[in-house]
Each structure stands twice: as C-alpha cells, then as structure tokens.
C-alpha cells in the first residue's frame, strides 16, 4: 500500500528546475568533475530526473540547468514500460568503434529542433552510478547515441554543433523565437 503522506514528502524533495536553451552561454560551458558522490550529489540527480521526465526528454545533463558538473541523466524505457532511471557521474569514453550510424537527434536545449548526425555506433564507457559505484560496459543502440549526445554536452557540444552554420543558426533563431513568444503569452 502507498503510504500517501510518505510520497507527498518524497515529492517535495524534488524540484524542476528550468532547463537552458541555446543561445544560453552556460551551455558552451565546459562541466568539471564530480569529487565526490554524496546526498547532495542524488538531490540533484533526482531533480535532473523529475526535470527530464516532465519535459519530456531521455536525456539530461546537468549543464543544461545551468550546473556545469560531470553528471548525466537518462531514462531509455519504452513508452508504456516502467521507467529505467540511469545516472552516469563523471562518464568517460573508453572504446569506440569505427562504424557510425545516423540516428535523428533532438535535444531539449534546442527544443522542435531535429537532425540525423552520425555516431559511432558501439561506445565502451566508464562511470560512477547513483551510488558511487564504478561502471565499466559497452553501449550500443539508442544507448550509445545518447549517452555520446550527453557526454558532448559536458563538453559545451550541441548536436547542432554538428550541423551546417545555416542550419545552426536556423535552429537557434527558431529557440529564440519560440522562447519570446513563451514569455510574451
Ligand atoms: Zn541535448
């Protein structure tokens, strides 16, 4: 049985916090290493999380609410399947393989924006769980394109970056444009 008042204090826990969108400097920022893992270091992943799931997004980097730290948030599940939380501290890549695959990108820092980009298809990676806990294993899929869109973000890198100036400067236009209408209804 849930215990309605334990998860009303649970929620209370977690904040959604605004998410950056380009041109927003801070994006271009380069995030630093996390330390150490500490209950400080989980109140934000679990805010990343909330934020991710309300935008909707399958991935979040902590840089794109404005705290440049080495952490990465990501939920692959299927709609309709129960949620599959992960969180990556201080990711590494390891291995890649040469093959590249194109896969259609968005990204929630660039929102109504998508474009096929090209990443390898396989990435081995290292990195410390919600725990702490060191993590060494090979992603592939949907897995791998995703945790490299992120781990670009860590590098002040936009899936945009990739794209032709015209087609850059078209997707930003459109943000801002988008952003002021927000503001002005
Ligand atoms: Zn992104």
Redesign the pocket.
Known sequence: MLDESLAATYITFMTIRPILTVPNPVLKQCSKPVAEVTDETRRLMDDMLETMYLAPGI???AV?IGVPLNIIVMDLAKEGDDPKPQYFINPQILEVIEEKRPYE??????PDVFDEIDRSARVKIRYQDYNGIEVTEWAEGLYAVCIQ??M??LKGV??IDYLSRLKRNRAVKKVQKAEKLKEAG
């Open positions: 991935g979040l980097a794109q990108e968005g990204c929630l820092s660039v869109h992120e670009d973000h936009l899936f």
